[in-house]
């Protein structure tokens, strides 16, 4: 990644600003919450949904084995499509690389796509310095963009505003950028909605040139997928005559059926829709149907140093669906700006870590930003074991040892400062590689519950002093699990302990 | 070393070395490839049911009725100009009055703008997830101009153009064609997360569920 968000505290401190922020909270609580509810019942809709998840981790650790392969696959269909491919080590060389394109076509403004991949990379910035406009056109996006605010959330970056403020930056910031907010304009969704499809569109009718991501690219066909909401997404893939896309190389699926997986599990994660409004997909470019040049920018920038890591690499399974962020109680109450990267939340905790290294101290921190309690693992649809990640990195952190960094291998000194973690690490360590132990120690959370301290003790009290230590359930998830699923659960968890995945109730 | 040779050869340090895995054996595909039995006139209730609970109006007739039903519902947006797809049925829109508009590849973008609404056939109808899915055929049309009007009226043959699932739309369509998924109008829940239909795409989707056979139109 390109760094921390400048002069970013590390995450206790950033944590504490947060939690003092009442609106925050109040919005992220009221968000996390209703998206969360609204998932569970469209995951219990597939009665398959272990499958579906078990299928899933299975196409993206293949593919993560065979990555190298798989990548040229992709590089020669989308070449035969009539697309261009072009490698990126990091996010300089991506930057120049798009910069670069969007110069050859004379243009000085581009649309974008709403893509976690250029925002990790910093292209906006980038292509400012280069005299490059980029409108964001995603209606959260914009509002950052307006708000010259960071987002705070994979799905909804701007879940941390209500629509008064929306309203204020709205009317404030429009006429800087475009076409003014209408007169007298209310903080009602409709009318917002409305504002911003009209600032927006003379973007889109007037845009030679369209940047976006992709959620999958398909090995075998060299099709590209791009899953959203708002048909934003469609207007800037299909309009402009130049389509550039900047996307990790862990997107990249083996064959074309491998979609019927993830457009069943993507959704239902993330919107808790059974499907979202719109996918495009386009395979190179066709004659007379959207842009005539399609360039596909397939990113490095700290992945093959995840994928060295045989614990963590399970990180790069993530199709960014977010559940996890609606599920952890550290998220709801620290908000996504206290992660200090464009990926918040669990999974934010044990990506950028991996992707930037553990260099600074926001990276140390991250994976101490959990309470280990499992609710992220439990409705990850690609089942990544995120506790498992993250007591791996505290280990790496606190003790320090082998890792690589820009595909070199590099030995860490043990962090100073970490001693208390490192005992607290020992102990998560020994318990979680002991699953009966967590097991029983759960039970014993649950059981023990009324006499739970308001904060923690030792080192955990500067942590929880500003915070509401989160309530411990009646029932531990697994015990749940058991009792409402019952034999006909075990049996579909015949892969072992941690396959018991049900969401529904998690 | 170009890039690619950099990343190529990081990845395979990453790995070090890999045992050979056949990809046709490595993933269990034992999901189903639908959910629950249906008989096809229940799917087709289904794909009504979903696409309607998507906020999608949808309406039922035959080849016979149908260009009287095209006539009212564009009648009753006020529509004064509709996109018409090359190769849509003339038949379809026999009854219409509203001046027809065919996307060349000289319209601007500005001038599809100016169109009230767009009729078009439809690829594929997923049941089980109420999708639409368009690839493009002369009866669909490009991609553009199911986009920039604010009004889209898809027609469905049914029950020969209808799924249950989105494993067996998959392999139906074509990835060598652009395609797209309509599941709904255009909707955003970025504010608050109330649900606002149509911030770019089409605000209003109407699917006509027609009965008949393939050429009933025609
Ligand atoms: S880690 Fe899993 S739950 Fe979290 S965003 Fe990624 S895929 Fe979704």
Redesign the pocket.
């Known amino acids: 990644m390109s760094g921390t968000y400048l002069g970013m505290p590390a995450f206790p401190a950033a944590a504490r600003d947060a939690v003092r922020d009442a609106t925050l909270r109040a919005n992220l609580r009221h968000a996390t919450h209703t998206i969360r509810d609204k998932r569970a019942k469209a995951v219990a809709e597939l009665d398959d949904w272990a499958r579906l998840r078990e299928a899933g981790r299975q196409i993206k650790d293949h593919t993560l084995r065979h990555l190298g392969d798989h990548l040229l696959r992709l590089e020669e269909t989308v070449t035969a499509a009539g697309g261009t491919v072009h490698w990126a080590t990091d996010a300089d060389e991506a930057n120049r690389i798009v910069t670069g394109l969007v110069r050859a076509t004379g243009e000085r403004e581009v649309v974008k796509v709403k893509s976690m991949a250029t925002q990790e990379i910093g292209l906006n910035e980038a292509l400012e310095a280069a005299g490059i406009r980029a409108y964001e056109t995603d209606l959260a996006e914009l509002i950052v963009q307006l708000g010259q605010d960071r987002p705070s959330h994979?799905l909804v970056p701007a879940i941390h505003r209500n629509r008064g403020e929306i309203r204020d930056i709205f009317a404030r910031e429009m006429e800087r950028w475009g076409r003014p907010a209408p007169d007298g304009l209310t903080d009602s969704p409709a009318e917002l909605a409305e504002a911003a499809r009209l600032h927006l569109r003379e973007k889109f009718l007037r845009a030679k040139v369209g940047v976006s991501g992709a959620n999958f690219m398909v090995a075998e066909t060299g099709t590209m997928v791009v899953v959203e909401s708002e048909g934003n997404g469609r207007m800037c893939l299909t309009l402009p005559e130049t389509l550039i896309s900047v996307v990790g190389i862990e997107k990249v699926v083996p064959t074309w059926r491998d979609l019927e997986v993830f457009l069943q599990t993507l959704p239902r994660?993330s919107t808790a829709e059974r499907m979202n409004p719109y996918t495009s997909m386009w395979t190179g470019t066709t004659d007379g149907d959207g842009p005539a040049a399609f360039h596909l920018v397939l990113l490095d920038n700290g992945r093959t140093d995840t994928l060295a890591d045989e614990v963590g690499r399970q990180a790069l399974r993530?199709?960014?669906?977010?559940?996890?962020?609606n599920v952890c109680p550290v998220y709801e109450r620290a908000g996504g700006h206290a992660y200090g990267s464009v990926y918040p939340g669990?999974?934010g905790a044990i990506l950028s870590p991996q992707l930037r290294g553990t260099a600074s101290e926001i990276d140390a921190s991250l994976p101490y930003a959990s309470s280990l309690c499992g609710a992220?693992y439990e409705?990850?649809?690609?089942a990544?074991d995120?506790p498992e990640v993250l007591v791996h990195l505290r280990e790496r952190v606190v003790q320090g040892g082998e890792f690589t960094r820009h595909g070199a291998k590099t030995t860490l000194r043990p962090a100073r400062g970490h001693a208390a973690e490192r005992a607290a690490m020992r102990a998560a360590g020994l318990v979680f590689a002991r699953p009966g132990l967590l097991r029983a120690g759960q039970r014993l959370a649950a059981r023990t519950r009324r006499i739970h301290p308001r904060t923690l003790p030792g080192p955990g009290r500067a942590w929880s002093a500003t915070r509401d230590l989160p309530t411990v359930p009646e029932e531990s998830f697994r015990d749940w699990w058991r009792r409402t699923r019952g034999r006909g659960a075990e049996a579909t968890g015949a892969a072992g302990a941690r396959t018991e995945d049900g969401e529904a109730g998690a | 070393m170009s890039s690619r040779d950099i990343v190529l050869g990081r990845i395979r340090r990453a790995l070090g070395p890999v045992p050979d895995e056949p990809y046709e054996t490595a993933v269990d595909r034992d999901y189903a490839r639908e959910h629950g039995a249906r008989t096809t006139e229940q799917t087709v209730d289904l794909l009504a049911e979903n696409l309607a609970d998507y906020r999608a109006l949808v309406h039922r007739t035959d080849r016979d009725e149908l260009p009287d039903l095209l006539m009212q519902l564009l009648a009753l947006r006020g529509a004064q100009s509709v996109l018409v797809p090359p190769a849509l049925p003339p038949g379809w829109l026999a009854a219409a009055d509203p001046v027809r508009i065919h996307d060349r590849a000289a319209c601007t973008t500005a001038e599809l703008d100016r169109a009230d609404s767009v009729v078009t056939g439809c690829a594929v109808a997923i049941a089980e997830t109420g999708t639409l899915v368009l690839d493009g055929s002369p009866d669909q049309g490009r991609r553009r101009i199911t986009l920039i009007p604010d009004h889209h009226i898809c027609v469905v043959r049914v029950p020969d153009q209808v799924v249950s699932s989105v494993p067996q739309a998959l392999r139906r369509l074509d990835p060598g064609r652009p395609l797209t998924w309509i599941s709904g109008p255009s909707a955003t829940s970025d504010i608050e997360l109330d649900r606002v239909e149509g911030v770019h795409g089409p605000r209003t989707l109407e699917v006509v569920l027609l009965t008949g056979s393939p050429e009933a139109c025609a």
């Open positions: 994979i994660s993530c199709i960014r669906c977010s559940a996890c962020l669990p999974i992220c409705v990850c649809p690609v990544i995120i």
